[in-house]
Structures are given as C-alpha cells and as structure tokens.
C-alpha cells in the first residue's frame, strides 16, 4: 500500500495530507476526501485514509490549515479553526483546492469522488455538499458542525446533487436539537438525498479515541465508532459503486 505524506497547493499556500491507496492495482478507483477535526490533519484521519485504501479507495486525508499549522491545546485549536468557519469563502475556496488535487491524480476516477469529516470537518464535507462540486456523490459528517452559511454571501444549487449522511452524537453540545431540526430542514428544502442517524448517549467526537473529557460533552464511544464506520463503509459503496473498476486503466504510480 501506498501511505504517505502529500503536498498540494492553492495558489501561494502549500497543504500537506496524506495520501493512500493500494498500489498494487494499476487502475482508477473512486476517491475519498478525509477531513479532519479543529486540531488539524493528524493520526485519526490518515488511519482512517489507510482503512478506506483497505476497502479499495484512493484516500486523501485533507489539510485545511497548511503546511505545518496544527494545534495541540483546545485555545490552538480554535484560532486555527475559528477563522475558517467564520469566513465560509475561504474554507470553500480550500475545499476546492483538495478536491482539484484529488480528482487530478492518475488513480482516481475523477467522476466518483466522495468526502467523510470529524467534527470540523463534517461542516466541510456538508459544505461540499452544498456546493454542488461535479464528481462529488456523497459526503458523511460524522459528529459534525451543521450549521449552513448565508446563501446571499455563497452560491449554491436550488438542489443539492450530492447524497448526505450525518452521523451525530444526540447529546452533542455543538449540534444542539434546535440545530439538528434546522439542518432537516435546509437538506429538504434543498431536495438532498439526505439521512441522518443519531446515538443515544453519545456526544461529541465519539469517534475519536483522544476524547476524553466527558463533563464538556467530548467521549469516544467505541460501539458507535464501530457502527458508524459500518454505516460510512455502507453509504460509499451504494454511492460510488464499486471500488474496483472493471475495466483496468493503467497509470504511472506518482513520486
């Protein structure tokens, strides 16, 4: 398998992600783009990048910061993540920048691309969604921030292309109920092809092992970590067919 650092850039500014796949078939195969919670790209997204090259995809785990800007404190975290959200210009514009990447590599089939985001990221991957990128079939937010962005501010279709699963913890401080409804509504009013699947006593970051702090609403549950990636494995292959072409095109492997 390949599994390594990978380098893209959005004009001046350089991102580096991870990247994997099976190199041992010489073929193009749907893409998954992986992006990751308010710390940055880190070890829980490129595991889960070398999981998807397991099931057959290309996996790009994203880096919306840039090259070397991660945090490692709740207060890094948010300066990083804080002025992203609060300009959805610029977090679309550095959406774009990953997807453009992806859909350029010489593996991927630049027609079945399909996007999966913590936390953070799940904001992203909906915000994808809502974009109407041509190639993107699916996007899943698991514990992810719901909220939609001004519509006067950012164009978007009158209906959404892209199929939607948002995969939610229903005790979540950051995604309360009255956000939950909202989000409902906005994916009907816009004809999505939506699901939504909420846990039972489970909060924030449920995927995510580091989660640990119970008393803000942060908890790892690892059963619904483990039904959540059945549902995510479950939606890929119903959106993006199978990962394996049959018909074979060979391509140069990338340096």
């Keep these: 398998m390949h599994a390594a650092n990978?380098?893209?850039?959005?004009?001046?500014?350089?991102?580096?992600?991870?990247?994997a796949y099976d190199g041992a078939r010489d073929m193009r195969r749907p893409a998954v783009l992986v992006f990751h919670q308010w710390s940055g790209c880190s070890a829980l997204e490129t595991e889960k990048a070398e999981w998807l090259a397991g099931l057959g995809y290309a996996a790009l785990a994203v880096d919306m910061?840039?090259?070397?800007?991660?945090?490692?404190?709740?207060?890094?975290?948010?300066?990083?993540?804080?002025?992203i959200v609060?300009?959805?210009?610029?977090?679309?514009?550095?959406?774009?920048?990953?997807?453009?990447?992806?859909?350029?590599?010489?593996m991927v089939d630049s027609e079945r691309i399909c996007a999966i985001g913590f936390c953070f990221g799940g904001?992203?991957?909906?915000?994808?969604?809502r974009a109407g990128v041509s190639g993107v079939r699916g996007s899943v937010s698991l514990h992810g921030l719901l909220g939609s962005f001004d519509a006067t501010k950012l164009q978007r279709p009158a209906q959404m292309q892209t199929k939607v699963l948002a995969l939610h913890g229903w005790n979540d401080p950051m995604a309360r109920p009255d956000a939950v409804e909202a989000f409902a509504r906005e994916m009907t009013e816009h004809g999505a092809d939506w699901q939504l699947h909420a846990f039972g006593g489970c909060g924030h970051a449920f995927t995510n092992p580091a989660a640990q702090d119970a008393k803000?609403?942060?908890?790892?549950?690892?059963?619904a970590d483990a039904r959540s990636l059945e549902m995510v494995k479950d939606f890929l292959a119903e959106v993006c067919g199978p990962a394996w072409a049959t018909k074979v095109t060979m391509c140069p492997t990338p340096k």
């Design 216 to 223: 803000a609403g942060m908890q790892y549950n690892p059963l």
């Design 86 to 106: 609060s300009d959805r210009a610029l977090l679309r514009q550095r959406i774009d920048a990953a997807v453009r990447h992806v859909k350029s590599l010489p």
């Design 65 to 83: 910061y840039g090259k070397g800007k991660r945090g490692t404190t709740p207060e890094e975290n948010n300066a990083l993540m804080t002025p």
């Design 123 to 129: 904001l992203c991957v909906l915000d994808l969604a």
């Design 6 to 19: 990978e380098t893209y850039r959005d004009g001046s500014t350089e991102f580096e992600g991870f990247l």
